[in-house]
């Protein structure tokens, strides 16, 4: 069913439902697949994975060969003929072109170039786990919306099943009072309780309509006036794992977590590479040249003419008015900076399992309380009743069991879809929270 209902919502998306005939019921894992196919935070973070994978390749591609092209022309004014003797004469050439092709290979950068790879690599490696990080987000934000829909959703069907059992009620109340059985105090009390599960009925409506309209929000699609949710299905009250369980499967399986421990490594590569600037480089160097006259041949002549070049050829930046010194400077405080927020995630983690887990045993306790509350308020309604209309209760009594059962079954409806939210996010806050499978 679920799957059925998932291919359903995916395959009408923005375009909403056909009305032809009634849909299926909006499943979870059809929302949950909507979500992550139209949320723009996921794209986003998908262009983080591009974008790293690019400066990966950009680091790479600092230690491979460059291969480099010039070419010139110009016109001088002004020049003489020099005779410099009787046999040696260097003419006057006003126009003047040539064409350089080279090759250059680094060979020595203290480090630069491997550490800008490792850099990147670690960089590319934690954009793929953020993106992770957010798949989840995205994951536990529509579910967490489609539990509240159903909650909506259930909850204003339960007060509409009370509005028509306090009209049936109104009405008996009416022909007895007509009839003078009961009295207008009873009459008139029963009314203002109808009026009042009529306001409750129009408050359930509009968040229904609130709870619709975020589904909307998170699918780029949106649902039909007549779709049906899930309803939560009861459980037992839940026992969670014991918390350093959990705690340990937070460490390891948190995509936030092993980012910013990437990230961290990422950043001391940075400034080793930062480090680099101190020292020498070395690089192979070759070069083809054709020149109209070729500088390079003396006397010049005005004729095309060639000359190569091969050697190595080595850099020192012994002063440069601390350029280097302040890259350090910053890559080092970046990467103090990276460990901080190392650490800082694994603080917010470590208290997103504990408030999970506590959050997953308070409603599953909840559940099975209001589910027995709902029970025994069906009970006392019906039992206030039969005494009622023998003699032996007040009407008010009649009137509050009304109430305690619209409460008790909005009061389930809510606790049974918490739980269901609480077990998400425990599942999320453990690093266990997936998409579904389609």
């Known amino acids: 069913m679920r799957a059925k209902c998932a291919l359903?919502?995916?395959?009408?998306?923005?375009?909403?439902?056909?009305?032809?005939?009634?849909p299926e019921p909006v499943c979870a894992d059809a929302i949950v697949a909507q979500a992550l196919a139209y949320s723009l935070r996921l794209k986003s973070a998908e262009q983080d994975v591009r974008a790293a994978a690019a400066s990966l390749a950009q680091a790479g591609a600092?230690?491979?060969?460059?291969?480099?092209?010039?070419?010139?022309?110009?016109?001088?004014?002004?020049?003489?003929?020099?005779a410099l003797s009787?046999?040696?004469?260097?003419?006057?050439?006003?126009?003047?072109?040539?064409?350089?092709?080279?090759?250059s290979q680094p060979l020595y950068t203290g480090g630069r170039v491997s550490s800008l790879k490792q850099a990147a690599a670690l960089q590319s490696d934690a954009a793929r786990q953020a993106l992770a990080g957010t798949e989840s987000d995205v994951v536990l934000e529509a579910l967490s919306s489609y539990w509240s829909w159903s909650r909506a959703f259930f909850a204003l069907r339960a007060l509409r099943a009370s509005v028509d059992r306090m009209e049936a009620h109104a009405r008996d109340m009416k022909n007895m009072n007509?009839?003078?059985l009961a009295t207008d105090n009873d009459r008139l009390s029963t009314e203002v309780l109808l009026e009042r599960t009529r306001l409750q009925r129009t408050e359930a409506e509009r968040n229904e309509a609130l709870a619709r309209a975020k589904l909307d929000f998170l699918t780029g699609a949106s649902l039909p006036s007549n779709a049906a949710a899930d309803e939560a299905a009861a459980s037992p009250a839940a026992d969670p794992a014991p918390e350093s369980v959990l705690l340990e499967m937070a460490a390891t399986n948190r995509p936030e977590v092993r980012a910013a421990a990437l990230e961290a490594r990422s950043a001391a590569k940075a400034v080793r590479a930062a480090r680099a600037g101190y020292g020498p480089e070395l690089a192979l160097s070759a070069r083809y040249e054709q020149a109209r006259p070729n500088t390079l041949i003396f006397p010049p002549e005005d004729e095309w003419q060639d000359d190569a070049f091969v050697g190595v050829v080595a850099s020192w930046a012994l002063f440069d008015s601390g350029?280097?010194?302040?890259?350090?400077?910053?890559?080092?405080?970046?990467?103090?900076?990276?460990d901080l927020r190392r650490r800082q995630a694994e603080d917010r983690v470590a208290l997103e399992v504990r408030q999970a887990r506590v959050a997953l045993?308070?409603?599953?306790?909840?559940?099975?309380?209001a589910g027995r509350a709902r029970d025994s308020a069906a009970l006392n309604l019906q039992s206030a009743t039969d005494l009622w209309q023998n003699g032996l209760a007040r009407h008010a009594d009649v009137l509050d069991a009304h109430a305690q059962l619209t409460d008790a079954e909005f009061a389930l409806v809510s606790a049974r879809a918490d739980a269901v939210v609480a077990r998400a996010a425990l599942d999320h806050a453990v690093g266990i929270l997936a998409a579904p499978k389609p």
């Open 62 to 82: 600092q230690g491979l060969p460059t291969v480099s092209a010039e070419a010139r022309a110009a016109h001088y004014e002004g020049l003489k003929e020099t």
């Open 86 to 103: 009787p046999t040696m004469i260097i003419p006057e050439i006003p126009d003047r072109y040539g064409a350089v092709i080279g090759v």
């Open 323 to 338: 350029l280097t010194r302040g890259r350090v400077l910053e890559a080092r405080a970046r990467a103090e900076q990276a």
């Open 361 to 369: 045993a308070n409603a599953g306790e909840r559940a099975v309380v």
């Open 178 to 180: 007509e009839a003078g």
């Open 8 to 22: 359903l919502f995916l395959a009408l998306g923005p375009a909403g439902f056909a009305a032809t005939e009634p």
